[in-house]
């Protein structure tokens, strides 16, 4: 399926949600998006999956808009931090009710994940611990296999142990069934091995859109004797330097040439990567 969004804005009274924002998916890859608290990551999947209109610009699925769409939203599954507090059916009942709107809806893998999860059938979801309600919800995700399946912030509540089956899930699920998967998340560190592609946002607006493995060659750690790798990196643009004793490292922003690593080589410098999570917290400098 192909996603085309193009020029949008989303102005709430005198401030703008996002702003004269355009990208295009149309492959089947797990996207990261990516943004601190309020930058328009909800915002913005709340317009793909038909939640509101943008304020101007325009979305379209498929070449058509989505907003109320009802045939087009069928492809698309939003799963975000649902509160069951008030939930009395129990997950057997819910999970049927799921499988009547959700044509690519799978019960049997839906039932192995259940089993994953360690989630019981019978119990009314409103008595769910958060962390199993947010296992409901990324159960429900993954199951109704949807062409375009959205997870907004949905891990909130699951501890470490529940996560890592999430993205096991995920990995295994996307490369049998693969479908568009957008990810919003704060946990850069721990998820970007799970992205092929990455959007970021800041104050409303797409910093960059590009594939994991380019982004994070552009930039490098340099480690060596203090003095030397503050020689190489001094005009360079520094995103984060740490020192333990003489020994030193410096995190970079930027593509080396095959020079510039021959010369830290020269110098007994040890040239690394740079991880996804110093880059998104350089290039979105300044946002509260």
Request: glycine share 6%; proline share 3%.
């Amino acid at each position: 399926m192909r996603i085309e969004v193009n020029n949008v804005s989303v102005k709430f009274k005198n401030r703008y949600a996002l702003k004269d924002i355009t990208f295009t998916i149309n492959e089947n890859k797990i996207y990261g998006l990516l943004g601190r608290n309020g930058a328009g990551k909800t915002t913005l999947l709340s317009l793909l999956a038909s939640f509101r209109e943008p304020s101007s610009g325009s979305i379209s699925i498929e070449g058509e808009d989505p907003f109320e769409n009802a045939k087009l939203m069928q492809h698309v599954n939003f799963v975000f931090n649902k509160d069951y507090k008030d939930e009395t059916d129990n997950l057997k009942n819910t999970l049927e009710n799921v499988n009547r709107y959700r044509p690519y809806f799978d019960f049997d893998y839906a039932n192995h994940l259940i089993q994953r999860f360690k989630l019981p059938m019978d119990k009314p979801l409103k008595q769910f611990s958060k962390g199993m309600q947010s296992a409901v919800s990324v159960t429900i995700g993954l199951a109704s296999r949807a062409p375009i399946t959205i997870f907004d912030e949905a891990y909130n509540g699951m501890d470490a142990p529940t996560r890592e089956i999430f993205y096991q899930e995920l990995l295994e699920d996307q490369s049998e069934h693969p479908r568009i998967i957008i990810m919003s998340t704060h946990l850069v560190s721990e998820m970007d091995y799970l992205f092929d592609e990455v959007l970021i946002v800041n104050i409303g607006e797409l910093v960059l859109q590009e594939e994991y493995e380019s982004l994070v060659t552009k930039g490098a750690s340099i480690t060596g004797p203090a003095e030397d790798v503050d020689s190489f990196v001094q005009s360079m643009n520094q995103l984060n330097t740490k020192q333990l004793g003489n020994t030193k490292s410096v995190m970079i922003y930027g593509e080396l040439s095959d020079a510039e690593r021959k010369a830290a080589q020269a110098k007994g410098l040890e040239v690394g990567p740079i991880s996804l999570q110093e880059l998104f917290i350089h290039l979105t400098e300044g946002e509260e």
